[in-house]
């Protein structure tokens, strides 16, 4: 007879019903913009294969290397790794993909957000596995407002944390600005199992604008993934845009006045040097060039 089990599931989705009720009138009165921040978002006992498999910045992967200059000598990012193809990736991480983008899931988003009928988006365009490395910066900005491919209306954000240990001297905190980008109303610690969903308008500013100051070998990890809609209400409809970088109060340029230096994460082959050892190297360079 044929076996009609389900397999086992990473998410638990009678508690995400739960939690997708239960925050729902918190996330759509916050400030600055509509977010929710949750922790042990996934049950604790998948986790750890989660952790594992998480691919180190010289595996032998086509990592999008992220990099924007707006302006000469304005870096906006840098030193941030993507990537977004499942079937390189390793099990489980994949199946949380496939599980995050599945119906089940986008209907307990609709009941979080109030938005409906949300799409998501297979092809992970500018999302999957993101990766910081020491000296990482995301300027504050928006995010872009349309798929690049489909032109649907981009609504939704959502961002797992997988960092097992965090301190905050390491910095690489979310920051959720106010619309005026003159104060920040929250500062978010990217610990493991930690969740935050926010919707994607024109003045939902954020990013992690301070260098990150991680020791030799640890990086800041994360799984993100958009979720769409076929047009927006008409409030909202403010054209199509890409990202809409911002300076903080008294900022000279994104990332004030420090230099940033952009580190090649290539592959490793058994010639190339240890990772730790470059980025130990890399380190001391950021470190040399502040000085």
């Given amino acids: 007879m044929q076996n009609l089990t389900a ?23 916050a400030e600055p913009f509509q977010h929710i921040v949750i922790d042990n978002f996934l049950p604790e006992h998948v986790l750890a294969p989660l952790v594992e498999e998480f691919p180190l910045p010289d595996a032998p992967l086509a990592w999008r290397k992220h990099y924007v200059e707006p302006k000469p000598g304005q870096v906006a990012q840098a030193n941030k790794l993507g990537f977004s193809d499942l079937t390189k990736l390793g099990p489980n991480i994949r199946q949380l993909f496939w599980e995050m983008n599945s119906a089940r ?28 490395m020491r000296g990482a910066v ?37 920051e959720l600005w106010d619309k005026s980008m003159t104060r920040c109303v929250h500062r978010v610690a990217p610990i493991l199992n930690r969740v935050v969903v926010f919707s994607t308008t024109q003045t939902s500013y954020h990013g992690h604008p301070q260098p990150l100051n991680t020791p030799d070998g640890i990086t800041r990890k994360s799984m993100a993934l958009y979720y769409y809609t076929n047009g927006r209400p008409e409030g909202e409809n403010d054209g199509e845009h890409g990202t809409l970088w911002q300076r903080r109060p008294g900022e000279k340029s994104a990332t004030e006045e420090s230099k940033v230096e952009v580190q090649d994460f ?17 380190a001391n360079r950021l470190l040399r060039d502040k000085q």
């Fill in 266 to 282: 290539s592959p490793q082959s058994d010639e190339s040097p240890s990772l730790k050892r470059r980025l130990s190297s890399f």
């Fill in 105 to 132: 899931f986008l209907t307990a988003m609709e009941k979080l957000s109030g938005i409906d009928k949300l799409i998501c988006d297979p092809s992970l365009d500018g999302g999957g596995i993101h990766q910081s």
């Fill in 138 to 174: 995301l300027a504050m900005h928006a995010d872009f407002s349309h798929h690049p491919v489909y032109k649907l209306d981009r609504r939704l954000n959502i961002i797992l944390y997988l960092n097992p240990v965090w301190k905050d001297e390491w910095e690489g905190h979310l």
């Fill in 7 to 29: 397999p086992n599931l990473l998410v638990d989705y009678d508690r995400l019903d739960r939690m997708a009720e239960e925050h729902a009138e918190q996330f759509r009165n």
